[in-house]
């Protein structure tokens, strides 16, 4: 009888341990979703990482000069210096 027993206390942790591997906590594709959503996750930090590089840029230029408060104001409200004329190209 402890002949019997040894084998399917065996193939019982097997079936355990098989089942763990796919339907589990740290299965397979639940391992497999997780890396894709880290994927997406650190491609998104590295798009806010840009746009906030280019935001200190551009707090940088509008604390030191003020050419691009010139440009801004040219191109957000349309704005032209004394003596210029504004010309309007519509695409």
């Given at each position: 009888m402890a002949n019997r027993f040894v084998p399917a206390a065996l193939?019982?942790?097997?079936?355990?341990?098989?089942?763990?591997l796919w339907f589990g906590r740290g299965s397979v594709p639940n391992v497999s979703k997780l890396t894709g959503q880290l994927d997406a996750q650190i491609q998104n930090n590295i798009l806010a990482v840009q746009a906030n590089e280019r935001l200190m840029a551009e707090i940088s230029d509008l604390r030191e000069g003020l050419e691009i408060v010139e440009e801004k104001a040219r191109t957000e409200l349309g704005m032209v210096k004394a003596n210029e004329i504004y010309v309007q190209i519509a695409r």
């Open positions: 193939i019982a942790l097997l079936v355990i341990l098989h089942g763990q």
